[in-house]
């Protein structure tokens, strides 16, 4: 089923229609979050499997509380993690997949707790949030540095054994601070060869130990000549490498 927010929130009857649906496993909504379309996603008892949200920023994960056993996989384009409620978080143990267009601040402890079972990851950004400035805003470096502290703090203590598959960009593989094995990293760049960029990625590399590591090079604009010293933390356990 795929929705426009607007045209939920013309009648209030449409909500209910929806809501009263039973058998109802793949949910696509578009358009502006709004009331009615928050009354839809409690009313609305189908076991969902699979949901597309793209409605603006947002935090989906007390959103879809209506789908916490049945939920599978989520795509959702401008999220905005909100720390979670630890005395009664909302966990979703079946969603294996994630796919995010846009994410303002990757949130470990809310992509932990409430997706502990999670194997798939996908952050895409359309907003290039590095520009390779080497004057760039000195706040944003600050923001960058108190989030992947915060994540690697929440992870001393809970984190995935191991996700199969992580594709970012370098600066949200940053702030993100995984600790958990990940089996195939593809870094979808930008990646400008500076000296902030090789920490971030040899950093990053140390801590998830990739066995498949995919690099873009159209994209992430540094010289083929430096691999050595790009690739010479962290790839003890690499089998495979693709450069595209």
Not at 48 to 76: R, T, W
Not at 197 to 214: A, N, Q
Not at 228 to 233: N, T
Request: proline share 6%; hydrophobic share 40%.
């Amino acid at each position: 089923l795929e929705l426009y927010t607007d045209t939920l929130a013309r009648r209030e009857e449409y909500a209910v229609f929806v809501g009263a649906l039973e058998h109802l496993e793949i949910l696509t909504l578009h358009g502006p979050y709004n009331y009615r379309c928050a009354v839809t996603l409690k009313l609305l008892g189908s076991p969902v499997v699979k949901v597309n949200l793209s409605f603006g920023f947002y935090d989906p994960i007390p959103l879809l509380a209506n789908f916490q056993q049945s939920l599978e996989e989520i795509d959702g384009s401008c999220i905005n993690f909100q720390e979670p409620n630890h005395s009664q978080p909302f966990i979703y143990p079946k969603v294996t997949s994630f796919s995010i267009v846009n994410c303002k601040k990757p949130l470990t402890s809310a992509l932990v707790t409430a997706f502990p079972n999670l194997k798939w990851l996908s952050i895409d950004n359309e907003e290039d949030v590095y520009d390779g400035d080497p004057n760039r805003d000195s706040r944003l470096a600050r923001e960058r540095l108190a989030l992947c502290e915060t994540n690697e703090k929440f992870q001393q203590t809970c984190s995935w054994d191991e996700l199969d598959f992580l594709s970012i960009d370098l600066p949200r593989l940053y702030m993100l601070a995984l600790t958990c094995k990940v089996h195939y990293l593809l870094l979808t760049g930008p990646f400008f060869y500076d000296e902030e960029d090789i920490y971030w990625f040899k950093s990053s590399l140390m801590l998830i130990r990739p066995t498949r590591l995919g690099l873009n090079l159209q994209t992430l604009r540094f010289p083929p000549e430096c691999m050595d010293e790009i690739l010479a933390i962290g790839t003890q356990e690499l089998k495979r490498l693709d450069i595209h």
